[in-house]
């Protein structure tokens, strides 16, 4: 686990036990790289990144105050991480409530995300993904034919898909292309997800490229909203 993943889980259980709420004032940060046991070297610069990402603010001579839920798992869109990343690096234990996975023919949306043949086997695998016991991700994941024979015998069903792919089989990921939109949950994500029907849920459908722009898996993901925020960093264009 990374240096920020350990010091954002320290935080995250500093405030549940202190049950501080948004607005509320963090100690000092002498004081907070004690409690945390942390250089106030380390401390600036996590504390910084805590900034962009909005989980705080600063007012100069007055102190450092909530401004968001730490309980919710950040994902910014303009980075490509895979679910078991995004529930890391937030420092919760990422798992698996729910998996099946099986073969099945490519059809023309596949054959279109894929640019496989109509007919191909594909792998379809479904998983429940938790944080730290919590069903926070219900992800649909289908695999292109070069890539069936490693994901169809592997037997840990809480493999990172990324680290596998990049890892085990030295393919680097490129870019992404994914689109995001909100629905309503129905009778069958509300059981998966425990969560309540009709509620509204963030599904991001993309497909994953390789660097030299092959595709490699296509997904699609739906998110409790209550348990992440998707941010995008959107730029001004060059003039």
């Known amino acids: ?19 501080l709420k948004v607005g509320d004032k963090l100690p000092p940060e002498s004081d907070l790289a004690d409690i945390l046991n942390v250089s106030r070297l380390t401390l600036r610069e996590i504390l910084k990144v805590f900034r962009e990402e909005g989980l705080i603010y600063t007012v100069h001579g007055i102190g450092t105050f909530l ?6 798992i950040n994902d910014t869109l303009d980075i490509n991480l895979g679910t078991t990343e995004m529930i890391t690096s937030a420092g919760y234990k990422a798992g698996v409530k729910f998996f099946e996975r099986k073969l099945v023919k490519a059809d023309i949306n596949l054959v279109k995300f894929l640019n496989v043949s ?10 429940v993904r938790t944080a730290d016991s919590k069903p926070v991700v219900y992800s649909i994941n289908y695999f292109t034919p070069s890539l069936v ?23 680097k990921i490129g870019n ?11 009778t069958d994500l509300a059981k998966k997800l425990e969560y309540g029907e009709g509620k509204p849920l963030l599904v991001i459908e993309q497909t994953v490229y390789d660097q030299k722009g092959v595709p490699l898996v296509y997904s699609k993901d739906y998110f409790r909203p209550d348990c ?10 060059q003039r």
């Open 118 to 127: 109509e007919g191909s086997d594909i792998l379809v695998c479904k998983r």
């Open 176 to 186: 992404s292309l994914a689109e995001i939109a909100p629905i309503c949950c129905t």
């Open 149 to 171: 024979n490693t994901f169809i015998s592997g037997n840990d069903e809480n493999i990172s898909v990324y680290k596998c792919i990049e890892e085990t089989l030295n393919i």
């Open 67 to 72: 401004s968001n839920d730490f309980e919710q």
């Open 1 to 19: 686990m990374s240096t920020y993943s350990v010091i954002k889980k320290s935080l995250v259980d500093y405030i549940r036990i202190n049950n």
């Open 228 to 237: 992440f925020k998707i941010s995008i960093n959107r730029r001004r264009p």
